[in-house]
């Protein structure tokens, strides 16, 4: 399956933004879909954000819609999280993930994930 590899997390204080990133081995990242979930202290993982093979269909938890924007660059085989109007409740360790139906939706089977992003946010 494709590796992913996520880019450095970070410490912002309450109504900033982070924009984190996740590189995908490999030439196959553009028929996968992607989705970014993320696990607060005390929490169960949850999902954040969803896209689909062709970045047209984007999917957003409610507690994000609004803040957050998920996209990718299959050229790059990259996939991209920005966090806007972020608050303390968004400090998680954040994950990509991978799923080869191409869909993105939260109810998709991601096989492949990335390390884990800390990003702290302060209030």
């Known amino acids: 399956q494709v590796q992913l590899v996520e880019s450095e997390g970070g410490l912002v204080q309450t109504g900033g933004s982070l924009r984190v990133s996740c590189a995908a081995s490999g030439r196959t990242f553009s028929r996968y879909g992607m989705g970014w979930f993320r696990q607060a202290p005390g929490k169960e993982r949850e999902f954040v954000a969803g896209i689909d093979w062709t970045g047209g269909l984007t999917y957003y938890a409610d507690s994000v819609n609004g803040r957050f924007t998920i996209s990718r660059d299959n050229a790059k085989n990259t996939v991209y999280l920005q966090m806007n109007s972020l608050k303390s409740e968004d400090t998680a360790v954040y994950y990509c993930?991978?799923?080869?139906?191409?869909?993105?939706?939260?109810?998709?089977?991601?096989?492949?994930w990335g390390q884990g992003i800390r990003v702290t946010v302060s209030s």
């Open positions: 993930a991978a799923d080869n139906s191409g869909r993105g939706t939260r109810q998709s089977n991601f096989g492949s």
